[in-house]
T-cell receptor, first 112, second 114 residues
């Protein structure tokens, strides 16, 4: 069935370090791919998305490229800040049914 | 739009009591999802509706859980009787098929069953 596998955490980085959180997916057809972020005590917010192969989603300095050949959607940021500390979820959605499949989440802590 | 609105934000109840969680989706959205989040199991999809009709409730853990959507602007998730292992954060989300599938989440209800 359709699923998402993402890198387990927690991840701890120093401020201004480079961030990569790996995400791979299994799905038939052409899903849309998402990264959501959850700040402490809040709900999930959409960070970025890509709806077709080779699309790059970007927001707030974060980027992820939809790679169909490797079934991946890795999240990257060149220089993290303390305010980026949160839990990051990779997700996919099929165009039929609108059902979402979420990864287990990766907790990121950025220390000054 | 105010976004997805959930109530209450926090609920503490005693084991055996009935608990009702409420959700108001974004106006015009035709899909509504209920998720449960725990440290052990992460984010689990419990049930989702399309045009007020339950489509997939395979994630509902047991018969103590039930969900309804009487109209396009309101849904409830009920647990009766509640147990300590039901303690979790429950999220409601909504989406529109015409908007290429982005889901919008509420702020969640933190349920504690003592």
């Amino acid at each position: 069935g359709d699923s998402v596998t993402q890198m387990e955490g927690p991840v701890t980085l120093s401020e201004e370090a480079f961030l990569t959180i790996n995400c791979t997916y299994t799905a038939t057809g052409y899903p849309s791919l998402f990264w959501y972020v959850q700040y402490p005590g809040e709900g999930l917010q959409l960070l970025l998305k890509a709806t077709k192969a080779d699309d790059k989603g970007s927001n707030k300095g974060f980027e992820a490229t939809y790679r169909k050949e490797t079934t991946s959607f890795h999240l990257e940021k060149g220089s993290v800040q303390v305010s980026d500390s949160a839990v990051y979820f990779c997700a996919l959605s099929k165009n039929t049914g609108n059902q979402f499949y979420f990864g287990t989440g990766t907790s990121l802590t950025v220390i000054p | 739009d105010a976004g997805v609105i959930q109530s209450p934000r926090h609920e503490v109840t005693e084991m055996g009591q009935e608990v009702t969680l409420r959700c108001k989706p974004i106006s015009g959205h035709d899909y509504l999802f209920w998720y449960r989040q725990t440290m052990m199991r992460g984010l689990e999809l419990l049930i989702y509706f399309n045009n007020n009709v339950p489509i997939d409730d395979s994630g509902m853990p047991e018969d103590r859980f039930s969900a309804k959507m009487p109209n396009a602007s309101f849904s409830t998730l009920k647990i009766q009787p509640s147990e300590p292992r039901d303690s979790a954060v429950y999220f409601c989300a909504s989406s529109s098929r015409t908007d290429r599938t982005e889901a919008f989440f509420g702020q969640g209800t933190r349920l504690t069953v003592v």
